[in-house]
């Protein structure tokens, strides 16, 4: 581990840079016109891009992010930050840096300060749990396109998920014990996970099997019936069928059919961030309230929590070795 010659990427989506819509806007265009998140016909999509989506999106997600805002900015990046922070502490003799697939700090940023630090070979953990080609591959796309543009010398290894590592499933499931423990168990737990296309699915992207396989330890680790809990996926974006169930039409089925009460994780997500905060824990808990639940409660990411900077340690020493 004393290999200077080694660098350490921690890589996740990324964040705009204010809840302000023209930074909104420019993070969404840099996102949405990534080939791995949307493969439409580029012309086409450029114009769907560019003429639609960018000119009546924007100001909604950002009154979306300023919900979620806070004093020392994007909850993403702050958390990010403190997961970089704690793991240079642990790592004290090798470079270690964060780079955002979208926004700021970019990859090529990250990489570059990795580089200027003596590293030729990095290892790149993304910070998604389940693989997907919308999300893992691109961020290896990013560091590929930094090597290629003139850095031959350099190469990488990925860590390219950890959805049925152990330590991993048990960081997540003692999150729900600890949870229950100080504000009491309730009548079903609700995994929500990002979805996808469902053609992207069809296509070969392992990451709906993934996602159930992570919710089934998870659920088996925390002793579950199968009544007492559920699986969905969210954030779903356009007309095309996405994997489901969807979580919204989930919870306001269970508020109407009488479950009482909820209580919603997101697995598929290293630290909180507009799709937990925003989407989850007031969009859909109104939702819920909404079509008869009487009690709704997130329960927050690993976040920057000692078990998962365990985990996120012990992943990369072992590429490392």
Sequence with gaps: MTNRQSGILLANLGTPDSPEVPDVRRYLRQFLWDRRVVRMCRPLWWAILNLLILRT?????AHAYAKIWTPEGS??????????????????????????????????????????????????????????????????????RFIESGHPECRFSMICDYHDEVAYIEAVADSVRHHRQQHGAVEKLLLSFH??????????????????????????????????????????????????????????AWGRDGVESVQVACPGFSVD???????????????????GGKRFEYIPCLNSSPPHIDMMLNLIVKELQ
């Excluded at 070969?204 to 659920?219: F, N, T």
């Design 57 to 61: 999106r924007p100001p909604r997600t």
């Design 75 to 144: 909850p993403l990046l702050v958390e990010s930050r403190r997961q970089l922070s704690l793991l240079k502490k642990r790592l004290p003799d090798i470079p270690v840096e964060l780079g955002m697939r979208y926004g700021n700090p970019s990859i090529e940023s990250a990489l570059s300060n990795l580089h200027q630090a003596g590293a030729s070979h990095f290892v790149v953990l993304g910070l998604y749990p389940q693989f997907s080609y919308t999300t893992t591959s691109s961020i290896k796309d990013e560091v590929l």
């Design 195 to 252: 979805g996808i296309p469902e053609k992207y699915a069809q296509d070969g992207d392992p990451y709906p099997d993934q996602c159930r396989k992570s919710a089934g330890l998870i659920a088996e680790s925390l002793e579950l019936e199968g009544s007492e809990w559920g699986l969905s996926f969210q954030s779903r974006l356009g007309p095309t069928q996405w994997l489901r169930p969807y979580t919204d039409q989930t919870l306001e």
């Design 273 to 291: 961030c507009l799709e937990t905060l925003e989407e989850i824990a007031i969009a859909n808990r109104e939702l819920f309230l909404k079509a």
